[in-house]
């Protein structure tokens, strides 16, 4: 159950006036405040109840209030898109990751939900509501899937340290509760690809601020913060999920990376890899195309 203190938070965001209500596009950000004014935001989504568990929160907590003081960018819940060099080619090229995605669209009913790949999801998410297409995932093997999809994964490579990439699939009247993500040492893009109208309906709550996405357009965030998200509408909400390093200073840099690189080793993301393969097997019997379609080095 979320806390008294996010129930409270939620309120004040629910009354949030429309003309407070942010698009997912470029704008002239106003420099964040500081790391400390903002920390109370990066709320735990379930509390530590061990004093094992609580002492490895706490190191958990130091380690990324050194990687928000080595942020390049700076420590805010909303990035301005424009900071990033390569976002200009990733919005040029979305119309054909749509055309993708319609193609795999088809077939939703046949897409794992959340939970049945990651079921760390589990704790948020327990219906069949919120379907993934994974392209691209920290020690998992997509390749069926990213077969499919070769406009999209060009668009990746597009995009430095890019480590998790998939489309995120909210049904309609889909509500996603407060969360928050694993580690500061990585961002979060979200690429709007179906946006449903009315378009207002549709949202995502970071921090304090209410975002709206626009077709074609980039949301780029830090999960880390407490977010959540409203399809209250008649229609499907799409993304292109993507992850990627947090560029940092160095020596933080360094560190990081070694991080990134250990997590592939984690129990938890070789479950995922197992039910991912589990998961396009499934894929490609629905769609009756088992024979050809592995890799030949597979």
Known sequence: MPSRQMRQQDDRVRQTSPGNTRPAQRGAAAPGPRPWTHW???????????????????????LERLVSWASIHGDVPVFDAGRFAWIDTVEGQWLGVRQELEQV???????PNFQQIL?????????????????????????????RCP?????????????????SILSPHK??????GA????????????????????RIRIADQLHLWEEGRCLVFDDTYNHQVWNDT????????????????????????????????????????????AAEQSFR???????GTRDPGR
């Open 105 to 111: 669209m088809h077939h939703r009913e046949a897409m």
């Open 234 to 277: 008649e229609g499907y909400r799409v993304v292109l999920f993507v992850d990627f390093a947090r560029p940092l200073r160095w020596p933080v840099s360094l560190f990081n990376h070694w991080l990134l690189s250990l997590a592939a080793l984690a129990p938890f993301l070789r479950e995922a890899n197992q039910n991912q393969q």
């Open 119 to 147: 079921p760390q999801v589990g704790k948020i998410q327990k219906d069949d509501q919120w379907k993934t297409f994974f392209l691209k995932g920290v020690g998992m093997d997509c390749r069926d899937n990213a077969r």
């Open 175 to 180: 509500q996603i509760p407060p969360h928050r």
């Open 183 to 202: 580690w500061a040492g990585v961002l979060r893009l979200h690429l709007a690809l179906i946006v449903p109208e009315p378009r207002e309906r549709c």
């Open 151 to 167: 406009q999209t994964m060009a668009l990746l490579e597009q995009i430095p340290h890019c480590s998790t990439a998939f489309f």
């Open 285 to 291: 019997r629905s769609l009756g195309d088992r024979a």
């Open 40 to 62: 109370r935001r990066r709320q735990w989504t379930f509390p530590a109840r061990s004093r094992k568990a609580r002492l490895r929160r706490g190191l958990h907590d130091a």
